[in-house]
């Protein structure tokens, strides 16, 4: 069964009564040569944890490199289809729930015991963030993530410091991988077309940590508040998340990362790393 196929969609659809539902972010991919890309990205071998397969779009290619798959699907409807379209696989378990409210942790070592993990999903867009968020700042035990996301969530992911794009995700995101775009694809590659362009991005998970912190916890506070608001100096940004006075947190930005007028988006992953050391020193004396 080629479910990039319209013509066997459309039949999966009138088999089962099936109507696309845009809150769930229902676009399913068409492109045969974008999911060999993306099974290409997660690797051959072991685990994995899918997010939202659909029909069993992505499911099935993943099925046939990987040893075992096993996808969190929220739509109950789905339930029936999935069964229908991956009946020859006898490596994938569909499990029905919300994958943010799912305990990823203690799923990973009851499912994959003893085999490397990795993610792959074409995510529905309302939840991307909150999704990404958690996979990385929940430290699953997994090798890479990948993700169909909007193209303009890849790039604020993968960003580098100075850009437009880069923020306190990109942030979180090059502390614990190394994020590259694989390919982009356009919006009439899926059914239905969504209103924007998508890219697959592969997210490395790296070893350790690319810088290292005293206190992750405040290191990811002290990112998210120079982010918060934009058009203010880091200086005002982190008066207003600190209780720390302001010519004090002129001089832990100016240690940090010199001019204290300067904006978040302008510092390496390196400079926060400090400043956050710094500002830990200072509310632990
Ligand atoms: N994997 C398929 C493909 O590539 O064609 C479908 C991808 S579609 C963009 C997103 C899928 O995620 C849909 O099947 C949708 O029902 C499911 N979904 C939406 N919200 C979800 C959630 N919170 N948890 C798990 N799955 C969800």
Not at 6 to 11: D, L, M, Q, W, Y
Not at 140 to 156: G, T
């Amino acid at each position: 069964m080629d479910l990039t196929s319209p013509k066997e969609i459309r039949s999966v659809q009138s088999k089962f009564g099936f109507t696309f539902k845009k809150g769930l972010g229902q676009n399913f991919l068409t492109s045969r040569e974008t999911l060999d890309e993306i099974v290409r990205a997660t690797g051959q071998g072991g685990g994995i944890l899918e997010i939202g397969p659909g029909f069993g779009t992505l499911t099935q290619p993943l099925a046939e490199s990987a040893e075992k798959v096993v996808s969190i699907e929220l739509d109950e409807r789905l339930l029936p289809v999935l069964d229908y379209t991956l009946a020859g696989y006898d490596n994938v378990k569909i499990i029905h729930g919300d994958v943010l409210k799912t305990d990823l942790h203690s799923l990973i070592k009851t499912e994959f015991p003893d085999m490397s993990v990795s993610v792959a999903a074409n995510l529905p867009y309302y939840i991307t963030t909150p999704v990404i968020t958690r996979l990385l700042e929940e430290k699953l035990p997994v090798e890479s993530i990948v993700v169909m996301v909007q193209k303009e969530v890849a790039e604020r992911l993968s960003a580098r410091e100075g850009t437009k794009d880069y923020g306190a995700i990109t942030v979180l995101c090059r502390y614990c991988t190394e994020p590259e775009i694989v390919t982009v694809v356009p919006a009439s590659m899926f059914v239905p077309p969504p209103k924007v362009d998508s890219a697959v991005l592969k997210m490395k998970v790296l070893p350790e940590p690319s810088v290292r912190v005293k206190d992750e916890k405040l290191f990811f506070k002290v990112v998210k508040a120079s982010f918060a608001q934009r058009r203010k100096t880091l200086l005002n940004c982190l008066c207003t998340a600190f209780p720390i006075p302001k010519p004090d947190m002129a001089r832990l930005i100016s240690d940090a990362a010199g001019n204290p007028s300067r904006r978040g988006e302008t510092l390496s992953l390196g400079e926060f790393a400090k400043l956050s050391d710094l500002i830990y020193e200072r509310m632990n004396v």
